[in-house]
Nanobody
Framework: QLQLVESGGGLVQPGGSLRLSCVAS????????IGWFRQAPGKEREGVSC????????NYADSVKGRFTISRDNAKNTVYLQMNSLKPEDTAVYYC????????????WGQGTQVTVSS
């Protein structure tokens, strides 16, 4: 059973940084593109970033370009989302999921981790 578990969320002041982790269990992450998504209260879930299975290709939502960096360590079966210069509007529950080819179906959602940006 494919399972993803997110961690690393928390409360941070505007301008601060957090690094989220997405660890896979029950399968090898190497073959899958992984996406990060977020859902703020009262809003629809949106895509934040995605990384190809090899790590050679990444993409970002316009709202996070230049501030967030996605990376992966296949040896650790983990995908990361480094978030810098955080803004209050980044407050949301962040999820990782298998995102086939970063444009196809999304599956195996994690349970999410809360990120709150507030002074």
């Amino acid at each position: 059973q494919l399972q993803l578990v997110e961690s690393g969320g928390g409360l941070v002041q505007p301008g601060g940084s957090l690094r989220l982790s997405c660890v896979a269990s029950g399968f090898t992450l190497d073959y899958y593109a992984i996406g990060w998504f977020r859902q703020a209260p009262g809003k629809e879930r949106e895509g934040v970033s995605c990384i190809s299975s090899s790590g050679g290709s990444t993409n970002y939502a316009d709202s996070v370009k230049g501030r967030f960096t996605i990376s992966r360590d296949n040896a650790k079966n983990t995908v990361y989302l480094q978030m810098n210069s955080l803004k209050p509007e980044d407050t949301a529950v962040y999820y990782c999921a298998v995102n086939y080819f970063c444009s196809g179906p999304v599956s195996s959602w994690g349970q999410g981790t809360q990120v709150t940006v507030s002074s």
